[in-house]
Structures are given as C-alpha cells and as structure tokens.
C-alpha cells in the first residue's frame, strides 16, 4: 500500500542517546513495549562530552541547593538499575549508589539540538519541533531524491551518530501521533516503521498512557471504564469516550486509530502564542499567605514583562499550584477587560489561590499564566466600572520597571514586597525560571 505522506519523526522524537562505537542498524518492526520519557535525554549529551562516563549509570539533576534536586533523565545505564525520571536525587543514589548527578546545561543540549537541526534541513523544510530534542519531519517531496522515508531515517540516523556523537530513536509512519509512538516504541538507536499493514500488531497491545496526550488523569478515566490499552481506546465507543473526556475523548478516538492529519509545519512558520505562563520551585516551602503573595508577584512580572515583549494583553489569569505532597491543581479567572498590568494578574492569582487552597500542605512549587492572548494595540470598550486609569497607570510603571532592568539589571528595581524576605526576593523569575514549551496543537 502507498501512502501520499512519509513522516519521520523522532529526528522529531530524538532520544539522544550515549553512542557505544559500533556502525551496524537496525530496522525495527516490533520489539519490546515503549518507555516514554517526559523530558529531553541530557544524559546522552553529557555522555558525549565525558566518553569515560558511557557505561556508567548517569543522571541529569536539578540544583538540590535550589529546590531543583530531582532526576530529570538518566542514561540507559541508569534506568534498569531503578533510576527514573522525576525521582528526588536521594531516592535515585539509594536505588543505584554509584549514580553519576550531573548538573544541567541548557546552553549545550540547545547547541546540540541545533546541529541536529541543521541534519534535517538537509532532507526537508517540513520541521515541526516537539520540545528540545524532538521533531517531526515530512519527508513526502524528498523521496526521489533520497530514496524510502526509512532509508532517509538510516541515513539521518548515521549522520547524527558520526557527526554529533550521539544516537536516535526514529518513528517512520503516515502521520505524526502514530510516528511518535514509534519513536517511543523501541530504544536506543532504533528504526521503526509502523503503517496500516503493521499496525494493529504494533500499536494496538501499547498501554493507552502511551498515547499523546493520555496523561496520568485521562488514563485514570479510561481505567475507570476498563480501558488499558491503545488498541481498546482504539475500538472504544465514541460516544463513551466524549461523555467521560468531553471532546478530547474524540481526539483520542482518532489517535489511536491511527487517522491523524495534522500538517507537518514548515521550518519557517510562526506559531501563534496563545498563553504565557511562568513557575518555580521555590528555595523552600510557602507556608503563608504571605509567600505566596510574594512568589505570585514575581511570577506575574516576568508574564507580564513577556506579554509586552509580544505587545500582547491577556483575558485569562491562571495559577497552578504543587504542595510538598507533590498534588497539583490550577484554577483560572475571565478577565472583564485584557490587561498586561503586573499587578493585576498577581492579584488575580493570589484571589484564585485564596478561594481555593485551604493549606493541608506547604507548597512546593507555584505558577502563573496569562492565556486568551489579545493584540495590545486593538482599542477596546472601556467600562464605566472599571478602573481603566488605575490599570494604565499600573502598565506605565510596568514599562518603566521593564527598561530600568533592561538597563541595569533585573534586581536594580524591586517591588517593596520582595524586600520582605531575603530568600524567596531574590529569585529571578524572567530569566532564570521562564518556560516556553511547545505543544501539538499549538498551531
């Protein structure tokens, strides 16, 4: 069977991983069950540049003295001696003593990620990233030049290994959610083809949390109704599933039946932002009211701040909140008129939080988020209840803050609350904690 789309992805799901030396591949069309990782493999990075840390277990790790001291990838070393992403590093060193911690360096995994980009444009320019180390690439108009989409993966795959040091894992399908599981489906430096003749032996025995967007919440749900795996989702009642997981139960349907026909994105699109947000893990643990306050108002200004670099407003205020027991809610509020104000979003927040969290628990990490995002420069209706002057004139010093720091440093301006406490003031929000991630329906 033929198919008008080739997609490689995992070039677009790149599991960087430590290259052992030897040149052979393999073609894979079946293998053991998949292990996803939520974050970018750094350990492979660091592996490269270390040969002599290779076969030892390696993990990338947080700053325990910043509250950060939790795994955030292992190597293939690692892993089967119990090490797993998201463990403090404490947990991690009982279960593998001699565990490497390395610290993490952003500055080399974005070089890397860039060289590995440079890789793809020599195929496509259908490059549609999916966070740090992972892409998907169309390869449709470049078959008759470079032969099959997975003769194209081997030749990507030899080239980041003998050009970058490090390894990939490869999804080649027909569209992006079925080559991401493939990516997914065997590691490390592995090739698999997964398309309508393979792919009910293939996907269908995958448990459902392998899927896109099947997270730890929507795979409870589909517990709930006997759902375990892709291929019950699969053959799930439609109806079923948009009763228990409103729409998005229909956008699973169509994933795990394979019939997604989301466009590869060309290298030069421009995504429209629709959400700026900001959080942290704080250097210790809130315990009042009053560090939140604090913490909500140095998160609003580094949104705030990121909102007029895009001359944009937002009409939805956000806040997430994760306590010592590592739970995890977030509440958000309409807001009557858009607005770009620090101050405002911060209270906001601190109203949402106030309303909602009744401190069974101190808090481990906070975050901010100005979404619904509207053009700063399109006039808007004002209201006769509505304090527009005292918004203005909160923008106004917003801006003048913005170009103090811009001049001198971020901490040659501070709001008077930070000044109350010596450990959580001096926090850097904007440059130091701020996360734009990418997202498949980010458009």
């Not at 350990?43 to 040969?51: D, G, H, K, T």
């Not at 910043?66 to 795994?71: E, F, K, L, S, W």
């Not at 999916?130 to 989409?149: I, K, M, P, Q």
């Not at 913005?402 to 406490?421: C, K």
């Given at each position: 069977?033929?198919?008008?789309?080739?997609?490689?992805?995992?070039?677009?799901?790149?599991?960087?991983?430590?290259?052992?030396?030897?040149?052979?591949?393999?073609?894979?069309?079946?293998?053991?069950?998949?292990?996803?990782?939520?974050?970018?493999?750094?350990?492979?990075?660091?592996?490269?540049?270390?040969?002599?840390?290779?076969?030892?277990?390696?993990?990338?790790?947080?700053?325990?003295?910043?509250?950060?001291?939790?795994?955030?990838?292992?190597?293939?070393?690692?892993?089967?001696?119990?090490?797993?992403?998201?463990?403090?590093?404490?947990?991690?060193?009982?279960?593998?003593?001699?565990?490497?911690?390395?610290?993490?360096?952003?500055?080399?995994?974005?070089?890397?990620?860039?060289?590995?980009?440079?890789?793809?444009?020599?195929?496509?320019?259908?490059?549609?990233?999916?966070?740090?180390?992972?892409?998907?690439?169309?390869?449709?108009?470049?078959?008759?030049?470079?032969?099959?989409?997975?003769?194209?993966?081997?030749?990507?795959?030899?080239?980041?290994?003998?050009?970058?040091?490090?390894?990939?894992?490869?999804?080649?399908?027909?569209?992006?959610?079925?080559?991401?599981?493939?990516?997914?489906?065997?590691?490390?430096?592995a090739i698999t083809r997964i398309e309508r003749d393979n792919y009910k032996e293939i996907v269908y025995p995958l448990p459902a949390s392998d899927?896109?967007?099947?997270?730890?919440?929507?795979?409870?749900?589909?517990?709930?109704?006997?759902?375990?795996?892709?291929?019950?989702?699969?053959?799930?009642?439609?109806?079923?599933?948009?009763?228990?997981?409103?729409?998005?139960?229909?956008?699973?349907?169509?994933?795990?039946?394979g019939l997604d026909v989301s466009p590869v994105q060309r290298s030069d699109h421009i995504r429209a932002i629709k959400s700026?947000?900001?959080?942290?893990?704080?250097?210790?643990?809130?315990?009042?009211?009053?560090?939140?306050?604090?913490?909500?108002?140095?998160?609003?200004?580094?949104?705030?701040?990121?909102?007029?670099?895009?001359?944009?407003?937002?009409?939805?205020?956000?806040?997430?909140?994760?306590?010592?027991?590592?739970?995890?809610?977030?509440?958000?509020?309409?807001?009557?008129?858009?607005?770009?104000?620090?101050?405002?979003?911060?209270?906001?927040?601190?109203?949402?939080?106030?309303?909602?969290?009744?401190?069974?628990?101190?808090?481990?990490?906070?975050?901010?988020?100005?979404?619904?995002?509207?053009?700063?420069?399109?006039?808007?209706?004002?209201?006769?209840?509505?304090?527009?002057?005292?918004?203005?004139?909160?923008?106004?010093?917003?801006?003048?803050?913005?170009?103090?720091?811009?001049?001198?440093?971020?901490?040659?301006?501070?709001?008077?609350?930070?000044?109350?406490?010596?450990?959580?003031?001096?926090?850097?929000?904007?440059?130091?904690?701020?996360?734009?991630?990418?997202?498949?329906?980010?458009?």
């Amino acid at each position: 069977m033929i198919y008008n789309r080739l997609i490689v992805a995992a070039i677009g799901f790149i599991r960087l991983e430590p290259y052992d030396g030897k040149p052979s591949r393999t073609v894979l069309r079946g293998g053991a069950s998949s292990n996803v990782l939520p974050l970018p493999d750094y350990a492979s990075v660091e592996c490269q540049r270390r040969p002599e840390l290779r076969q030892k277990p390696v993990a990338v790790c947080g700053d325990p003295e910043a509250r950060h001291g939790i795994v955030l990838t292992a190597n293939y070393v690692a892993k089967p001696r119990g090490v797993k992403t998201g463990m403090a590093i404490w947990q991690a060193k009982q279960v593998c003593p001699e565990l490497v911690v390395l610290p993490a360096d952003m500055g080399e995994y974005i070089r890397f990620s860039k060289m590995a980009r440079e890789i793809y444009e020599k195929y496509t320019d259908q490059i549609e990233p999916f966070g740090l180390d992972e892409s998907w690439l169309d390869v449709t108009g470049s078959v008759g030049l470079f032969g099959s989409a997975v003769s194209i993966a081997e030749e990507i795959s030899e080239r980041i290994k003998f050009e970058l040091g490090i390894t990939a894992s490869i999804g080649v399908s027909d569209n992006k959610i079925t080559a991401k599981l493939g990516s997914d489906y065997k590691k490390p430096d592995a090739i698999t083809r997964i398309e309508r003749d393979n792919y009910k032996e293939i996907v269908y025995p995958l448990p459902a949390s392998d899927l896109l967007y099947v997270g730890p919440a929507t795979e409870r749900k589909l517990r709930g109704v006997g759902i375990y795996t892709i291929g019950q989702l699969a053959e799930a009642s439609p109806e079923l599933l948009e009763y228990k997981l409103g729409k998005m139960g229909l956008v699973l349907h169509t994933f795990a039946n394979g019939l997604d026909v989301s466009p590869v994105q060309r290298s030069d699109h421009i995504r429209a932002i629709k959400s700026v947000g900001n959080s942290a893990t704080t250097p210790r643990d809130l315990v009042s009211d009053d560090d939140v306050r604090l913490m909500l108002y140095l998160l609003a200004e580094s949104v705030a701040c990121r909102m007029r670099e895009l001359a944009s407003k937002c009409m939805v205020v956000e806040v997430s909140v994760r306590d010592k027991e590592l739970h995890w809610y977030s509440r958000q509020k309409k807001l009557a008129v858009p607005t770009c104000s620090s101050a405002e979003i911060a209270e906001v927040a601190f109203d949402l939080f106030r309303r909602s969290y009744s401190w069974t628990a101190p808090i481990r990490s906070i975050g901010v988020r100005g979404a619904d995002l509207v053009d700063a420069t399109i006039g808007i209706q004002t209201s006769l209840f509505d304090n527009d002057r005292r918004r203005s004139a909160w923008e106004q010093i917003d801006v003048t803050m913005d170009r103090l720091r811009q001049r001198y440093g971020y901490m040659s301006v501070r709001r008077a609350i930070t000044m109350s406490d010596p450990v959580l003031g001096r926090i850097n929000p904007k440059d130091d904690h701020t996360v734009h991630p990418v997202g498949y329906f980010a458009g």
